[in-house]
């Protein structure tokens, strides 16, 4: 059981609804019970939400590719297992097998 419930979504409240359905649509992403617990503060779903414009100016400069792997790099040093396991998938879903990962010098410099 978590110490903060995610946030009641249907009685959210007209502003946090608003965030909510953008975020949905704008990041193509859903709600999970990590971002229903962060709506109980207009504020913090606001913040964490910035991630989403970052990853994207990310992938501008270094590609998608090594955009997913500089985060799941991140996300290990962080010892962050929630993110590890979220851009594993990505690496996954990508066709590649995160234990046996290919990559160049310049890559690894990275």
């Not at 059981?1 to 193509?28: F, S, W, Y």
């Not at 964490?48 to 992938?59: A, N, S, T």
Request: proline share 5%; net charge negative; charged share 20%.
């Amino acid at each position: 059981m978590p110490r903060i419930a995610p946030k009641d979504l249907p009685n959210a409240g007209e502003q946090v609804q608003q965030a909510l359905t953008k975020h949905c649509t704008d990041d193509n992403a859903r709600i999970t019970n990590m971002k229903a617990t962060l709506a109980h503060s207009l504020t913090a779903f606001q913040v964490y939400m910035q991630w989403y414009p970052l990853y994207r100016e990310v992938q501008k400069i270094i590609g998608e590719r090594m955009s997913y792997l500089f985060a799941h790099a991140i996300s290990l040093s962080a010892n962050c297992p929630l993110c590890t396991m979220y851009f594993r998938k990505v690496i996954i879903d990508a066709g590649e097998t995160p234990e046996h990962l290919e990559v160049n010098l310049e890559e690894q410099h990275l």
